[in-house]
C-alpha cells in the first residue's frame, strides 16, 4: 500500500494561467509555421525547428504547473518500477511466440471448420426443408 499522503488534485489560477500561457506558445509556434509558408523564402528545415522550439517551450511551461508536476512524478515512478521488470529471455520470447503462433492456427482452423458445419447445415439442410 502506498504510504504517501494524497496530494490534492485542483489546479489553481496561476496554473490555470500557465497553461493558457503553454497553449499560446504553442499556437504561435504552429501559427508561424503556416505564416511563414513555402512562398515566403524561409526554409521548411527553420520553420519546423520554431515548431518544435515552440513546443519544448510549451511542455517546459507546463512542467512548471500542478498537473504537470503530477506527470513528473507519474513519469519517475514510473520509471522506478520499470526496473523491477525482469523482461524474458531470447529463448522464452521465442518458444512463447511460437506457442501463440500455434493456438492461432489451431483455433483459426476449429473455427473454419465449425463455420463450415454451420454454413452446411443451415444452406443445406433448413432451406432445402422449406421447399
Given at each position: 500500500?502506498?504510504?504517501?499522503?494524497?496530494?490534492?488534485k485542483?489546479v489553481?489560477?496561476?496554473?490555470?494561467?500557465?497553461?493558457?500561457?503553454?497553449?499560446?506558445?504553442?499556437?504561435?509556434?504552429?501559427?508561424?509555421?503556416?505564416?511563414?509558408g513555402?512562398?515566403?523564402?524561409?526554409?521548411?528545415?527553420?520553420?519546423?525547428?520554431?515548431?518544435l522550439?515552440?513546443?519544448?517551450?510549451?511542455?517546459?511551461?507546463?512542467?512548471?504547473?500542478?498537473?504537470?508536476?503530477r506527470?513528473?512524478?507519474?513519469?519517475?515512478?514510473s520509471?522506478?518500477?520499470?526496473?523491477k521488470?525482469?523482461?524474458?529471455?531470447?529463448?522464452?520470447?521465442?518458444?512463447?511466440?511460437?506457442?501463440?503462433?500455434?493456438?492461432?492456427i489451431?483455433?483459426?482452423?476449429?473455427?473454419?471448420?465449425i463455420?463450415?458445419?454451420?454454413?452446411?447445415v443451415?444452406?443445406?439442410?433448413?432451406?432445402?426443408?422449406g421447399?
Amino acid at each position: 500500500m502506498n504510504t504517501k499522503a494524497e496530494q490534492t488534485k485542483g489546479v489553481n489560477a496561476a496554473d490555470i494561467g500557465k497553461l493558457v500561457l503553454a497553449v499560446l506558445v504553442l499556437a504561435g509556434g504552429i501559427f508561424a509555421y503556416s505564416w511563414f509558408g513555402n512562398d515566403s523564402g524561409v526554409p521548411q528545415a527553420v520553420r519546423f525547428l520554431g515548431v518544435l522550439v515552440a513546443l519544448l517551450i510549451a511542455l517546459a511551461i507546463g512542467a512548471f504547473t500542478g498537473p504537470g508536476r503530477r506527470v513528473r512524478g507519474f513519469l519517475a515512478e514510473s520509471q522506478f518500477e520499470m526496473r523491477k521488470v525482469v523482461w524474458p529471455t531470447r529463448d522464452e520470447t521465442l518458444k512463447t511466440t511460437g506457442i501463440i503462433i500455434v493456438v492461432v492456427i489451431v483455433l483459426s482452423l476449429l473455427l473454419g471448420l465449425i463455420d463450415l458445419i454451420l454454413k452446411t447445415v443451415v444452406l443445406d439442410w433448413l432451406l432445402k426443408l422449406g421447399k
